[in-house]
């Protein structure tokens, strides 16, 4: 099978593209489903944890929260994620994720 460096920036405009609103705040790609963490610095336009370039489902909820507009949150195909940070707050920063914004959430497969 031929190599297609192409296949996921296109199928992500692909995917923009059905979205009903013109702008996007915020495109934020998880890619840690094996860890529940909080953002490192939430509105920073940037979805990392502590631990350097890894995104979590939290963290991406907690910068589409701090980003004004409509926001896209992918996560990575049959991935099963689990929330432990427990908590009763509003934030999205612990128990359970708290959304004040509009976010879109899919998934995406290679």
Same mark, same amino acid.
């Given at each position: ?44 336009? *940037? ?15 907690? *910068? ?35 959304i004040t914004e509009s976010v879109t959430i899919g998934t995406f497969v290679v």
């Open positions: 099978m031929p190599f297609r460096p192409a296949a996921f920036p296109l199928a992500t405009l692909l995917l923009l593209a059905t979205i009903s609103s013109p702008v996007l705040a915020g495109l934020f790609h998880v890619n840690v489903t094996v860890q529940d963490a909080v953002d490192n610095d939430p509105g920073d336009g *940037e979805c990392r944890i502590s631990s350097g370039e890894f995104c979590t489902l939290r963290a991406a909820v907690m *910068e589409a929260n701090a980003n004004p507009g409509p926001d896209l949150i992918i996560l990575p195909g049959n991935a099963t994620i689990t929330l432990n940070i427990s908590g009763t707050g509003n934030s999205a920063a612990t128990g359970d994720l708290d």
